[in-house]
């Protein structure tokens, strides 16, 4: 029942949002694409990781790889295809290294994924240069934004979808189990190697498959664009901010994020970098739970109250 | 034969100055569990001291070094009161340690390196200081080389000493194999963390001032080495800086010679491809026991 009445509301805000290219102006489209790239991008991150407790940096690695599978298909694959195509590299791509490092933990994981990253972009890099004597590539033919938009929100309703079936489901206990114990996890039947590999496959699924959709915004792609690492940090950031063992409130901590990024970046164009920095130390350190905490807080509250008055 | 030797001398070169940087973040982590990703901006900060005070107050860089290294102490332990304090001691697990520090990391990042930015610009910078060359053993070196070099290898091996010899060394060691049973037997950890995180800063710190004697420096400089010290700490094992030497000195070689061998534009992939080949065969680090 529960599972139902998500997956009814994901649907509902899904419609409601699919009406927005008809009632916003072009720059305030532009900014809700972003808040719901970075809502589809936070929501899989923690999918994986929020149950988990591993800390993946590879955010950035998957969305460019999914970027360039666009970027190499142009032309040859229609868009919708290479979306898909984008996002199943990428999901193979992580269900090979997955089954190399997940058995690590910790910082090591942190460390390597990070690492992941930035040897997939210098590799396409060096491919590049030496094989195709390009550095970047033209995308010539973009479709209109409307129908990224809508395919991009595609891909993040997918994602929140999804994320909720793998919450309510076994594969969820079984990520939860790990997170809190691995091996009393293991002990009890869960064959944690597996769902490990499958959660961050799918995770990264998402997350190549929003690069491919992105990738025709940018008409010149490279690899520092593709595999900026900020994509990735911003990610993990909205996540950890909203609380990364929810699912609303990486959503939620998108939405704000990008909004505030946006609203500084226009304000303070020179110290926006630094103010997005001193706040996300300032919300880390007075704010641990994520803005969820805040919410939880209030109910606890709202509950409380109610007794009382019962009382 | 000369080839060989020049390509060696410069790999310990640069690896002199990773396992520096590497040390550092090390004892910051196997201490506290902080991983620091902003420490290669503390790097840049010390950089920029040095040149601010050859180019302007005409310094010698190397009479410097140790005012760099208080100022930067300095930063470190104001950082680690403003910042990181209240993370250590509020986290209830180690876990949570390492997420929320790497957050704050980030934070950090963002501010220093853009508060760089607003004040120096993009521009690089630079000064020559030491630039004639040497000759040893028939291969050519230029003079400031081999200075940073000796700082940085000296650097390293006193604070390993002070690690392995002195008492402050002994409570550190200590505190690594177990923070309670540390803490039980009188070590004072509200002491000895700022200290260690401030010394960390301040190894970046002098890092940072020997490389501007030799490169051009600029706001982002940083980074890089940041990554690079992660992946000499995981090499050489999280908590040993005995692992850190030697990881750094490694990873150095194995960039020189495999720049000089394939092409320079490969050099990250180099690291990497020696990271994870190392994580996958030995997961806590070469020199694990």
């Not at chain 2, 000369?2 to 790999?11: I, K, N, R």
């Not at chain 2, 409570?171 to 803490?183: E, K, Y």
């Not at chain 2, 000895?192 to 800063?201: E, K, N, R, T, Y």
Request: charged share 10%; glycine share 10%.
């Amino acid at each position: 029942m529960k599972l139902r009445n998500a997956m009814l509301a994901v649907l509902a805000a899904s419609v409601a949002l699919a009406a927005l290219p008809w009632l916003l102006s072009d720059f305030l489209l532009a900014l809700a694409l972003s808040c719901i790239m970075y809502a589809g991008l936070a929501v899989s991150w923690a999918m994986f990781c929020g149950a988990s407790n591993y800390l993946s940096l590879a955010t950035a690695a998957f969305f460019g790889l999914g970027a360039y599978v666009t970027a190499w298909g142009a032309g040859a694959l229609p868009y919708g295809l290479s979306v898909l195509a984008g996002g199943i590299v990428a999901a193979a791509f992580a269900a090979m290294v997955g089954a190399a490092v997940l058995h690590l933990r910790g910082a090591y994981f942190a460390v390597i994924t990070f690492g992941l990253g930035e040897l997939v972009r210098h590799a396409i890099t060096y491919y590049e240069k030496a094989y195709e004597g390009t550095v970047g590539r033209i995308i010539a033919e973009a479709p209109e934004s409307t129908t990224v938009y809508w395919t991009v929100l595609l891909v993040s309703a997918a994602a929140v979808a999804t994320a909720f079936a793998v919450r309510e489901g076994r594969l969820g206990l079984a990520l939860r189990g790990i997170g809190s114990d691995e091996e009393r996890a293991q002990t009890l039947g869960v064959n944690a190697r597996r769902s490990k590999v499958l959660a961050f496959a799918l995770s990264a699924f998402f997350a190549g498959a929003l690069g491919a959709a992105m990738a025709v915004r940018w008409t010149y792609i490279d690899p520092p664009t593709v595999f900026n690492p900020f994509i990735g940090f911003q990610t993990v950031l909205i996540a950890m901010v909203g609380g990364a063992h929810t699912i609303i409130g990486p959503i939620v901590s998108a939405v704000v994020f990008s909004l505030l990024t946006e609203f500084l970046r226009l304000q303070f164009p020179y110290l926006f970098l630094t103010l997005l920095g001193l706040l996300l130390i300032l919300l880390v350190l007075y704010l641990p739970g994520g803005l969820v905490s805040l919410i939880e807080r209030w109910r606890i509250g709202e509950r409380w109250r109610w007794r009382r008055g019962d009382a | 034969m000369s080839l060989w030797f020049e390509l060696a001398v410069s790999g310990l070169i640069t690896g002199g100055i990773y396992a520096m940087v590497a040390i550092g973040l090390n004892l910051q982590y196997g201490l506290m569990r902080i991983l620091n990703i902003s420490h290669g901006e503390f790097l840049m900060l010390g950089a920029y001291l040095t040149w601010l005070a050859h180019t302007v107050l005409q310094i010698n860089p190397l009479v410097f070094l140790p005012v760099v290294a208080l100022v930067l102490f300095t930063i470190g332990v104001v950082v680690y009161r403003l910042c990181f304090f209240r993370i250590v001691s509020t986290a209830p697990a180690v876990e949570v340690i390492e997420a929320r520090s790497l957050l704050v990391g980030f934070g950090l990042l963002y501010l220093v390196q853009n508060a760089a930015y607003l004040t120096w610009g993009a521009d690089l910078r630079g000064y020559s200081f030491l630039t004639e060359s040497v000759e040893i053993a028939g291969a050519r070196f230029s003079a400031n080389r081999l200075v940073i070099f000796a700082f940085a290898v000296g650097a390293s091996l006193a604070l390993l000493g002070v690690l392995r010899f002195t008492l402050i060394g002994k409570a550190v060691r200590a505190m690594m194999q177990s923070p309670t049973g540390a803490q039980l037997v009188g070590i004072d950890t509200r002491l000895l963390h700022p200290v260690v995180f401030g010394a960390g800063i301040a190894l970046a710190g002098v890092a940072g001032a020997l490389l501007s004697m030799v490169y051009e420096i600029s706001p982002a400089m940083g980074e890089p080495y940041t990554v690079t010290a992660l992946i000499v700490i995981v090499l050489g094992g999280l908590g040993s800086a005995l692992g850190s030497l030697l990881g750094g000195f490694l990873l150095g070689l194995v960039e020189t010679f495999g720049m000089h061998f394939t092409s320079p534009s490969l050099k990250m992939l180099l690291s990497y491809s020696v990271l994870i080949a190392v994580l996958l065969a030995r997961p806590k680090g070469l020199f694990a026991r």
